[in-house]
């Protein structure tokens, strides 16, 4: 399993609003997520990277307002992977830590699949400093 972490600052509502609304997901994470923000609802997403085409499709398995959101992923050629996004509010900050599991650690051409960069434009999201997607 890996993790990573970040602090954003912002409130954990602010952050929270970022992680489950579909409009902001499609804005710092891929513009074609699909979200239903609930337990037990659908999650999913295409990305690539290099000529590599890939299809996520998933579940929101675990869902604790402003705490947690844990997801199952399973890929188009069916790996499977879980993230979870979990939220500690401190004083002027959040610190969000994803904890990520499955899927091989590197892509065919041995580029790390999660490098730590995927929550830097969710902070720039929140922050509203820097480019967003």
Do not use: K, Y
Not at 56 to 79: W, Y
Not at 94 to 121: N, S, Y
Request: proline letters at 6%; glycine letters at 10%; aromatic letters at 10%.
């Amino acid at each position: 399993m890996e993790t990573i972490e970040i602090e954003i600052e912002g409130p954990v509502d602010r952050v929270w609003e970022a992680l489950t609304s579909q409009e902001a997901l499609r804005d710092w994470f891929n513009p074609t997520t699909e979200i239903e923000p609930r337990q037990g609802g659908h999650f999913r997403f295409e990305g690539t990277r290099g000529e590599h085409v890939f299809l996520f499709d998933g579940t929101v398995e675990e869902l604790t307002p402003s705490q947690r959101m844990r997801i199952s992923l399973r890929s188009a050629n069916g790996e499977m992977a879980t993230l979870a996004f979990n939220l500690r509010p401190g004083t002027d900050f959040t610190t969000v830590e994803l904890q990520h599991d499955g899927f091989d650690e590197q892509t065919e051409d041995d580029v790390p699949f999660w490098d730590g960069d995927e929550l830097i434009p969710l902070r720039e999201h929140v922050t509203g400093i820097g480019p967003t997607h």
